[in-house]
T-cell receptor, first 112, second 114 residues
Framework: EAGVAQSPRYKIIEKRQSVAFWCNPI?????LYWYQQILGQGPKLLIQ????????DSQLPKDRFSAERLKGVDSTLKIQPAKLEDSAVYLC??????????FGSGTRLTVV | GESVGLHLPTLSVQEGDNSIINCAYS??????FIWYKQESGKGPQFIID?????DKRQGQRVTVLLNKTVKHLSLQIAATQPGDSAVYFC?????????????FGKGTTLSVSS
């Protein structure tokens, strides 16, 4: 079974620039999550999709972050404009049922 | 909101020793817990889980213990190997707008020396 694919692996941008991350979940997984992991901390949930609908985005800084999952498969997470404190690893995960989360390797974002 | 935390940020052991990583949680309503291992440059990897109707669950070289009275969770790794070196997170399944979501603690870095 193929895992959760994420790209790019690394990204360096200047503050106030825009950036987008892409995630392809495991085939058949209806639920998709984006987590932010700041260095030295545990992952923090940003947004949760069920198929192509958002079911929880209460922790997403909506003034600068946006995410979509138009066809209920792939998802993109965008930051515009980026701030220094957005430097982190952005993890995508998908699940079929309760507890069955599979994580991708993440995108490491550095904002300078 | 309530969150999951770990007692120690780092743990150093010798190869072959048994390792114990602890976690305290505060949400008494949580009924499902998972331990994850995260190696450098990778996403968290599932190790073992436990539901609140259990006190203990064993896997291959790993055991999770749950003490609901004091809201404490531990991960025991038998005969620790250099390949076990990683950051370990406990996570609890918490109710949210969508139903449930995983909430992670801060992590314990396990270093195994040979």
């Amino acid at each position: 079974e193929a895992g959760v694919a994420q790209s790019p692996r690394y990204k360096i941008i200047e503050k106030r620039q825009s950036v987008a991350f892409w995630c392809n979940p495991i085939s058949g997984h209806a639920t998709l999550y984006w987590y932010q992991q700041i260095l030295g901390q545990g992952p923090k949930l940003l947004i949760q999709f069920q198929n192509n609908g958002v079911v929880d985005d209460s922790q997403l800084p909506k003034d600068r972050f946006s995410a979509e999952r138009l066809k209920g498969v792939d998802s993109t997470l965008k930051i515009q404009p980026a701030k220094l404190e957005d430097s982190a690893v952005y993890l995508c995960a998908s699940s079929l049922d309760l507890g069955g989360y599979t994580f991708g390797s993440g995108t490491r974002l550095t904002v300078v | 909101g309530e969150s999951v935390g770990l007692h120690l940020p780092t743990l150093s052991v010798q190869e072959g020793d048994n390792s114990i990583i602890n976690c305290a949680y505060s949400n008494s309503a949580s009924d499902y817990f998972i331990w994850y291992k995260q190696e450098s440059g990778k996403g968290p990897q599932f190790i073992i889980d436990i539901r609140s109707n259990m006190d203990k669950r064993q896997g291959q070289r790993v055991t999770v213990l749950l003490n609901k009275t004091v809201k404490h969770l531990s991960l025991q790794i038998a005969a620790t190997q250099p390949g076990d070196s990683a950051v370990y997170f406990c996570a609890e399944m918490e109710a949210n707008q969508a139903g449930t979501a995983l909430i992670f603690g801060k992590g314990t870095t396990l270093s195994v020396s040979s």
